[in-house]
């Protein structure tokens, strides 16, 4: 473990922004870990904790200590049908995805492909295509920083939420998670709760899909709308999707015929697709400067290579103001701004 100073890290974050770090060091270990948050180096600095940079935005040097998660390896347990996988947090997330389909532990295909790593996951609940990770969530366990002390967090523990999680809120930024345990299955049972993939699979003629004929459909969908970061920078879904009332929702339809909505466990909410109201108030495909908004997918900022971590802001506001303009409802971001 070597601490190193005045680091870059547009390597670091999936947008390519060309910022740097005070202070980096990379952990491999828990026990590397431990040792690193009992040092007195950390005391008087700030720090954060960085997985793949997939979800956010530097738009300034960070004047601390970057601990990069490294801390890989996946371990399966087969009892019956179930199949516990154990994994580092510093794992690449799709690598588990893979790896355990080869192992025959299905339940993680939905959400193929997504970017970053395992330990990343639960903090903001990672979801796509039907499945959001809480679902085949066990437990965790993470090093509180300021004393050093493991901690295992049961799923209650965690208090998943869309997007979210203890670790994004009240715990934010305390804790670096080092192993995730997640119990998958070893049975046909597979999830097309969401409509593109049933879409897809009959246009493929497949009747009875397995596991992995579900990664694939997802990993084709998701190439065909959403940028490559290792060719355009981005991290994603840069905003939620919103929640709001279906009264509300009653009467913007009235004024925009055609807007999509999904019904929410709350029975008087609806969920707005954030990329219908960005591509209705004329986003989608804008550049800005060094900047822009996705053509295939209108939630994604994307950077067009020299781009700041500024410019990303400005946009994201004004496209925030634009879309409360017109229909008076406010985005959130949902990547990390710093
Ligand atoms: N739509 C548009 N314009 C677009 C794209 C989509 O109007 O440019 C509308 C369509 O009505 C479409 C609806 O938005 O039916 C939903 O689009 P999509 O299925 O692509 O999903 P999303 O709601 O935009 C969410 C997640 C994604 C996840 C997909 C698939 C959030 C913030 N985003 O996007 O997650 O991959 O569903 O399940 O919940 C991420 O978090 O980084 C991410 C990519």
Request: proline share 3%; charged share 25%; glycine share 8%.
């Amino acid at each position: 473990m070597e601490i190193q100073e005045d680091v870059s890290l547009k390597k670091c974050n999936t947008f390519g922004i060309d910022v740097s770090a005070k202070y980096f060091v990379e952990v491999e270990s828990e026990n590397e870990l431990i040792e690193l948050c009992k040092s007195d180096f950390l005391t008087d600095k700030r720090h954060l904790i960085l997985g793949s940079g997939s979800n956010i935005l530097f738009t300034k040097n960070f004047d601390g200590l970057v601990i990069k998660n490294s801390i890989k390896g996946i371990k399966f347990k087969k009892s019956g049908k179930l199949i516990r996988v154990i994994v580092g947090g510093g794992t690449d997330w799709h690598d588990l995805v893979i790896q355990s389909l080869e192992n025959g532990a299905n339940g993680l295909e939905n959400l193929s492909l997504i970017p970053g790593t395992v330990g990343a996951a639960p903090v903001q609940n990672i979801g796509a295509y039907g499945l959001e990770l809480k679902s085949v969530f066990e437990q965790l366990r993470a090093v509180e920083i300021t004393t050093g002390n493991v901690k295992v967090f049961t799923k209650a523990q965690c208090s998943f939420k869309y997007r979210s999680s203890v670790f994004k809120e009240e715990l934010k930024g305390r804790y670096i998670i080092t192993e995730v345990t997640l119990d998958l299955h070893n049975t046909d049972k597979v999830n097309t709760a969401y409509a593109p993939i049933r879409i897809a699979l009959e246009k493929k003629g497949i009747d009875n899909p397995t596991s992995k004929d579900i990664s694939e459909v997802v990993m084709e969908i998701r190439n065909s709308k959403l940028p490559d970061p290792s060719k355009i920078g981005n991290a994603g879904s840069f905003f939620k999707n919103p929640v709001i009332p279906k009264v509300d929702y009653k009467n913007l339809q009235v004024k925009f015929n055609g807007m999509p909505a999904f019904p929410q466990a709350a029975n008087n909410k609806v969920k707005v697709p954030a990329a219908w109201l960005i591509e209705s108030a004329g986003w989608k495909g804008k550049t800005v400067g060094g900047v822009g908004v996705h053509t295939d997918q209108a939630l994604v900022l994307v950077n067009h290579g020299e781009g700041t971590g500024r410019e990303l802001k400005d946009l994201s506001k004004e496209i925030q103001d634009s879309v409360f303009k017109k229909f008076k409802i406010k985005l959130e971001v949902e990547v990390n701004i710093l």
